[in-house]
């Protein structure tokens, strides 16, 4: 039994980034018809919700927003009592990676991809899209390119046509904001900050990250000069 | 890097029917540690939760309750205005599987099976076990070997030696009853029935396997003794 679902038709995973919103404008730019999926897990910048919603809304696309709850969570993303990382892979980039950082959530992103997957199924959407990234990126193995290849056999051997696209797995995030102001990403409406408080900290990993791409895109970051 | 987590600690699907109360006796006599993970997600039957509950407490399990909801979801387990199907794959053996019953919950194993991802990496335990079954079943892809074969692979390439094991995946109803009397499995505190009513309706798919089941092995089911 092999199932056929509309390969122009896609979930997207949008988390209100700038990462997910690039992608979602790619597939747009790319005919797809785009279905959001949005997810508040406990993260202490849940604030990046009301952006992705926003965000969603500005592409004209259709979206959820799911609740789900970790309570065996301990992660500094989640836990507010605990301090945020800050650089902690940008100045270890010759280490070996040997440790997460505390921000790593267990198994994240392999529940979001099984809640698209659901999603997908359901409305015979015939791929999925997520702003995965593996150059500038805390070191999560559920970022990297060997996860979303076994997730695409993993989606085989159920039998369907469905698959997980990555574009900006091996992109720089300088690379990532040419490519979406090219498609006209409103970074301007993007949340990265993991503090979620009312302006961005500038010192988690999450804000260090964003500020090297724009610094090396050449241009002010959008959502700072609304701020100023 | 390579993530060493204890073999010997497992987290076990559990949903209160007896194939996965098979699994925990099973597990528990192998030696493992075992935490217990229950879902409800909107199954007209979640007075299968109870009978998870008590069976998780008779083993000696920890346990946590996860609630999920799939506001996309059309299934005939999740919509209690749809009749639910009887005999759909009991009759059929002979054809080729080219459709899915409507019990059929999209993305259902591979929902829990992220959760469990996520519990088992938290806690440190080197094993999942999940009462999939792939004889005397109602066709849903998410139960066959080569899903968890799948699976086996994803785990890999997120750096850990955490394992899927489905030990009744190849086993008749009749067998994984057998197996569980011997281990002792309080089949009498199982329930099966998608209707979920006080007592079993005997015609839905997953009362008659487990009718079949008990049948062959030559004995009364206990559930049923009790109503008596």
New interface residues.
Partial sequence: ?KKENNPKKAVVLLSGGLDSATVLYHAKAKGYECHCLLFRYGQRHEKELKAARQIAKKAGCFF?V?????????SSLTDRTQQLPSGHRLEKKAM???SLPTTY????N??F???A???A???GAGTIFIGANAVDYSGY??C?P??Y???N??L?????TMKIQTPLIRLTKEGIIRAGLALGVPYGLTWSCYKGASTPCGECDSCRYRAKGFRKAGIGDPALKKLT
Same sequence: chains 1, 2.
Avoid: K, N
Avoid at 66 to 74: K, V
């Fill in positions: 039994m959820h799911i609740a789900i709850t970790l309570p065996w969570c301990t070996p990676l040997v959530v267990p198994g994240r392999t529940i991809i099984s809640f997957l659901s999603f199924e359901t409305i193995p559920d990297r060997d996860y290849t076994a997730w056999r993993l085989r051997s159920l039998g369907t």
